[in-house]
């Protein structure tokens, strides 16, 4: 059954999308933990980021990098926090989350934004790649 990255990569579940390659799609998280928190994923359904091979699993990290610096000149932070987790999707993934506390990579604490806010954000690091 495929995840819901790859309903979102399909184009059946809709998403705030920051960029897209051949490989990758980064999107806004709808759960954020701060606000311009983005996923990075492969197009490519696989579960655990370390069973990527090297070539690909090192675009992923070129991607997002492209991806937290844009966001890093988009939204006001200290800096871009990343973090592989991957228990919640079975589909591997990176977290780029703007950073001025350390609780904002807690998963604890979520911040709501509503629709115009999101696609705001989403347009504004679109400008910034």
């Excluded at 490989?23 to 492969?42: E, Q, R, S």
């Excluded at 926090?81 to 001025?100: C, D, K, S």
């Excluded at 807690?106 to 115009?116: A, G, H, W």
């Amino acid at each position: 059954m495929p995840t819901i990255f790859t309903k979102i990569i399909n184009g059946e579940i809709p998403c705030y999308k920051i960029a897209e390659d051949d490989n990758f799609l980064a999107f806004l998280d709808v759960n954020p933990n701060a606000k311009g928190h983005t996923l990075c994923i492969p197009k490519i359904e696989i579960n655990k980021i370390f069973d990527m091979d090297e070539t690909h699993y090192l675009g992923l990290m070129q991607f997002s990098r492209k991806v937290a610096v844009a966001l890093e000149k988009t939204i006001s932070c200290k800096r871009i926090g990343m973090a592989v987790i991957g228990l919640e999707v079975p589909h591997a993934h990176v977290h780029l989350i703007p950073l001025n506390e350390m609780d904002e990579m807690r998963f604890q604490n979520k911040v709501s934004l509503s629709e115009n806010e999101f696609i705001e954000i989403a347009k504004a690091v679109q400008e910034n790649l």
